[in-house]
T-cell receptor
Framework: GEDVEQSLFLSVREGDSSVINCTYTDSSSTYLYWYKQEPGAGLQLLTYIFSNMDMKQDQRLTVLLNKKDKHLSLRIADTQTGDSAIYFCAGPDSGAGSYQLTFGKGTKLSVIP | GAVVSQHPSRVICKSGTSVKIECRSLDFQATTMFWYRQFPKQSLMLMATSNEGSKATYEQGVEKDKFLINHASLTLSTLTVTSAHPEDSSFYIC??????????FGQGTRLTVV
């Protein structure tokens, strides 16, 4: 099955860029996802990338995928205090069928004003 | 770490029947639990936020009369899929919050309606 690892904490100053990293094990993953959880709220899908892409940009968000190293990253440009949240990387668990996602434990991003 | 137990992990039911899925926080009290659904080959989508002792808050497009959520205690939330139809077949997952910034996930329930 899929195993997803990510660092637990990241602290950046407002206005700087944030980079959250994730590694995964299932090379057959077709999609990889980033979810955001704000304090007191549920998960919200932030962005995703298809496995045939190396990069996806969406406004301040840039997702980079290195399939060779099974490494996924999320870059947030011009980080704001409102970006403070927990960010989860997730990949499908091919061993469990197309339904099931395996999530990392989440990276808590703290933005210092 | 904190453990969230979801039961059952798999269930097959006949069309028209109701299915109850339980989500328990085993070693902590969770004032808030979240229910998600994953459609085939799609990502997880938040269905509703369940708060202990109050009505659940449903996301837009989620039928609250079809997906009944009961958060009866600080350690248990249930999702009942009423009058299930084949299109309700999906993967349902819950999560429970320990603090405002930590969430732990159940292992998920694969529902198949035949």
């Amino acid at each position: 099955g899929e195993d997803v690892e990510q660092s637990l904490f990241l602290s950046v100053r407002e206005g700087d860029s944030s980079v959250i990293n994730c590694t995964y094990t299932d090379s057959s993953s077709t999609y990889l996802y980033w979810y955001k959880q704000e304090p007191g709220a549920g998960l919200q899908l932030l962005t995703y990338i298809f496995s045939n892409m190396d990069m996806k940009q969406d406004q301040r968000l840039t997702v980079l995928l290195n399939k060779k190293d099974k490494h996924l990253s999320l870059r947030i440009a011009d980080t704001q205090t409102g970006d403070s949240a927990i960010y989860f990387c997730a990949g499908p668990d091919s061993g469990a069928g197309s339904y099931q996602l395996t999530f990392g434990k989440g990276t808590k991003l703290s933005v210092i004003p | 770490g904190a453990v969230v137990s979801q039961h059952p992990s798999r269930v097959i039911c006949k069309s028209g029947t109701s299915v109850k899925i339980e989500c328990r926080s085993l070693d902590f009290q969770a004032t808030t639990m979240f229910w998600y659904r994953q459609f085939p080959k799609q990502s997880l989508m938040l269905m509703a936020t369940s708060n202990e002792g109050s009505k659940a808050t449903y996301e837009q497009g989620v039928e609250k009369d079809k997906f009944l959520i009961n958060h009866a205690s600080l350690t248990l939330s249930t999702l009942t899929v009423t009058s299930a139809h084949p299109e309700d077949s999906s993967f349902y997952i819950c999560s429970a919050s320990l603090t405002d910034t930590e969430a732990f996930f159940g292992q998920g329930t694969r529902l198949t309606v035949v």
